[in-house]
Structure formats: structure tokens, C-alpha cells
């Protein structure tokens, strides 16, 4: 069964904002700006999930689950040792988009503080989300993995039309997603995040198990390298 979830955010990660938006966090007209968007974007947001539990199968060079069978090395490394996963789909709603739109316009720094603002967002909601999960799996003796998303590595991508059709996401939630596989609201995501009975060894997060070393949200060293 799907379950839906509403959350509350904490306040946004000044920092983080001014990385997505490409603005200079010691520049003191970014922390107006970001003061400014959070106000701004204040009682729009909707920070909601979808999500199930579903049993896993791990084979060579990839995983099979009951919406079906996935080729990702990248993920069977991320899933080692899970019979389990949580397929989940989070968004912050429609109306982070609908301002980046209005004030494209009339103020486009606003439009990309605002823009940068949601990015935040869902990712908070996201780490809320696995937070939760992995203390929740961690009472039943449960370990978590770190959330793995298509488009990670050799996770194709193609598999989120699979993913949110599987949790009636649109339905559920509000997400769709359109032929160049571009999710509305922009700001969601979807993922599966691994239950096992063993810890993770990902220190660093789903980086460890992805390929694509040149990505600039890398949070783990190249191969061979500590």
C-alpha cells in the first residue's frame, strides 16, 4: 500500500542556497536575497511524499522488483545485502515553480534565488524523508542505504516514468512527467532507498556507488582515491 505523508520543513540551509544558486554566501546581498525568496516563497510550499516497501532481488549487474527488472550495477552495489527497499517520490509543490515563472520576468536574480530556494527545499524534505526511514528501520534492527535515484550512475534514468506510475504518483501527490522525462513540479524526486540486516558501508553517501566521478554534486572521492 501507498502511503502519503505531509511534512513541515525546518528553515532553509542558507549555504546550500547560495550553492544551487551560484551566489557567493560571504556577498552580503545573497543573504538579502535568500532572506528575501524564503519570505517570499513563505506558505507556498507543499512538502508531501508517496512511498511503499517492496521486496528486492539482487542478480549480476542489476535488481528486480515487483514494477520490474532494473540493469544498474550502480544500484545492486548501493542494494548489497537488502531484501528490502523503499521506493519513495517527494515533492515541494507547484508553487515554487509558478514564482520562479512570475518573477523570470520583472527580477530574474529573484526568479534564481527562488529556483535555488526549492532545489533546498525537496532536498530537505528528502533528507527528512530517509531520516525518519532509517530510524524507524533502526528500531526493528533494520539498517538503511543511502537514497539511490534514477539517473545515478547507470541507473537509467527512463525508469522514473516506471517508478511514478508504480506509487500513482500523479494521483497520490501531484507528479507527473512529460516526454524529455522532465518531472512537474520541478522540484521532486523520486528514489529507492535499501533496507538490509547488515550496516551500510557508504560513509559518503549514494556517491560511493555511483560512476560519474566528473558530477559537480560529488560528495565522495574518485576510485582508488581516500
Known amino acids: 500500500m501507498v502511503t502519503v505523508r505531509t511534512f513541515e520543513l525546518p528553515e532553509p540551509r542558507y549555504g546550500e542556497v547560495c550553492r544551487y544558486a551560484g551566489a557567493d554566501p560571504d556577498d552580503p546581498s545573497s543573504r538579502q536575497a535568500v532572506e528575501r525568496v524564503a519570505q517570499i516563497c513563505r506558505g507556498v510550499i507543499r512538502a508531501a511524499t508517496c512511498s511503499i516497501r517492496l521486496p528486492v532481488t539482487l542478480r549480476d549487474g542489476g535488481a528486480?522488483?515487483?514494477?520490474?527488472?532494473?540493469?544498474?550495477?550502480?544500484?545492486?552495489?548501493?542494494?548489497?545485502?537488502?531484501?528490502?527497499?523503499?521506493?519513495?517520490?517527494?515533492?515541494?509543490?507547484l508553487g515554487i515553480d509558478r514564482l520562479v515563472e512570475r518573477y523570470r520576468v520583472r527580477e530574474l536574480t529573484t526568479s534564481v534565488?527562488?529556483?535555488?530556494?526549492?532545489?533546498?527545499?525537496?532536498?530537505?524534505?528528502?533528507?527528512?524523508?530517509?531520516?525518519?526511514?532509517?530510524?524507524?528501520?533502526?528500531?526493528?534492527?533494520?539498517?538503511?542505504?543511502?537514497?539511490?535515484?534514477?539517473?545515478?550512475?547507470?541507473?537509467?534514468?527512463?525508469?522514473?516514468?516506471?517508478?511514478?506510475?508504480?506509487?500513482?504518483?500523479?494521483?497520490?501527490?501531484g507528479i507527473t512527467l512529460n516526454e524529455s522525462l522532465l518531472m512537474s513540479p520541478s522540484k521532486s524526486v523520486t528514489?529507492?532507498?535499501?533496507?538490509?540486516e547488515e550496516r551500510c558501508r557508504a560513509a559518503l553517501g549514494c556517491c560511493s556507488f555511483c560512476d560519474r566521478e566528473d558530477c559537480p554534486e560529488r560528495k565522495a572521492p574518485p576510485a582508488g582515491e581516500n
Open 191 to 196: 528514489a529507492i532507498v535499501g533496507v538490509g
Open 64 to 93: 528486480d522488483f515487483p514494477f520490474g527488472r532494473v540493469d544498474s550495477r550502480a544500484l545492486a552495489r548501493n542494494l548489497a545485502g537488502c531484501r528490502e527497499v523503499i521506493l519513495f517520490a517527494a515533492t515541494v509543490g
Open 113 to 173: 534565488f527562488i529556483n535555488a530556494l526549492g532545489s533546498e527545499r525537496v532536498e530537505c524534505l528528502c533528507r527528512l524523508f530517509c531520516r525518519e526511514t532509517e530510524e524507524a528501520e533502526r528500531a526493528a534492527g533494520r539498517f538503511t542505504r543511502p537514497r539511490f535515484s534514477p539517473g545515478y550512475g547507470d541507473f537509467p534514468l527512463a525508469l522514473q516514468r516506471l517508478v511514478l506510475t508504480f506509487l500513482d504518483a500523479e494521483r497520490k501527490i
